[in-house]
């Protein structure tokens, strides 16, 4: 038994450099940039509370306050901020300046704590008071930030940690915030795999071809996808078996860059042919931080003899 909880420890506590540490907060840093500049032009209508569409801020917040009455939206700044004398477009503005300028901090790694968490908690209240427009890459640009926050910060390539004398963070806390970052990634491509399996959309390239023909995200013509329609059904399968079998062989250091290469490839095309591209960043950075650095080290030093064909240390017996 003692032998077993030696195991546990060795798994979830291993020591780290921090590199993913560094890849998570510069990717992070763009995310955030990338997503308040694509909707400057649509802020003000997107967010205030009489836009000139049908939904508006406050249909949004009111349909779903219901829900959870201490989810963080829009509407609480706006309220605290006409109390100092700010109107709404004028807190809406700040919003969005304040977006931008926690980017600009978590890339260059200045004051990382509190932008990590302004990002955060801004980016939220920004996805929740506009719930009815969002999909994955808010879930997981919410989940990586939320991360990043509660991370032993500064990371050792920051300014924070260059031109402020502090204490060098453990290395076993650094590996512990990476491995349930690892084992998170795990769980939502293997449960996303087992529910494209379950149907026989994705063998047969029923929704490869959906996906692929629904607007807005049909950048690719249908007559080019009617051409090669034989490999939509491939397609379909490759996709099943990424992220059905990324919870095994991420793991194995034989076949973790071949693993990583594909789940990579699956997102970079998903951008190109749907036109995700912040989806596509997200898990880029995401998987990166969680995989990439070890592969970083391994390409260094090429001739470096490997005993283990795992990360994971063998369990006892």
């Not at 967010?47 to 939904?55: C, F, Q, V």
Request: proline residues 6%.
């Amino acid at each position: 038994m003692a032998r077993k909880w030696q195991w546990l420890g060795t798994f979830l506590f291993p020591p780290d450099s921090g590199c993913w540490l560094s890849l998570l907060r510069v990717g992070l840093g763009f995310q955030i940039i990338l997503y308040a500049v694509s909707l400057r032009a649509d802020w003000s209508d997107l967010y205030g509370a009489r836009g000139y569409g049908l939904i508006t801020r406050a249909l949004v917040e009111a349909a779903f306050s219901g829900e959870n009455f201490y989810t963080p939206r829009l509407g609480w700044l706006v309220f605290v901020a006409k109390h100092v004398g700010l109107t709404e477009a004028t807190t809406l503005s700040l919003v969005w300046v304040s977006l931008v300028v926690s980017g600009l901090l978590l890339i260059t790694g200045w004051s990382s704590r509190l932008a990590a968490g302004v990002s955060w908690f801004l980016y939220l209240c920004s996805v929740k008071s506009g719930a009815f427009f969002a999909y994955g890459v808010d879930n997981f640009t919410t989940i990586g930030l939320f991360y990043l926050m509660i991370a032993p910060l500064p990371d050792p390539w920051s300014l924070d940690s260059r031109l402020r004398k502090r204490r060098r963070i453990n290395p076993e806390r650094l590996g512990f915030h990476r491995r349930v970052l690892q084992l998170h990634l795990c769980v939502i491509y293997f449960f996303s795999g087992i529910s494209k399996s379950l149907g026989a959309d994705w063998w047969n390239g029923n929704s490869v071809w959906r996906a692929l023909t629904r607007p807005p995200f049909d950048l690719v013509p249908p007559g080019l996808l009617m051409r090669f329609e034989y490999l939509l059904p491939a397609i379909g399968i490759l996709v099943c078996l990424l992220e059905t079998g990324y919870p095994v062989f991420i793991w194995m250091r034989r076949t973790r860059a071949v693993w990583l290469t594909g789940i990579l490839g699956m997102h970079i095309s998903i951008g190109l042919t749907m036109g995700l591209y912040l989806f596509a960043l997200i898990m880029i950075v995401l998987n990166l931080a969680a995989f990439g650095p070890d592969l970083i080290c391994q390409f260094q030093n090429p001739f470096r003899v490997r005993k283990k064909t795992s990360d994971i240390p063998p369990l006892p017996v």
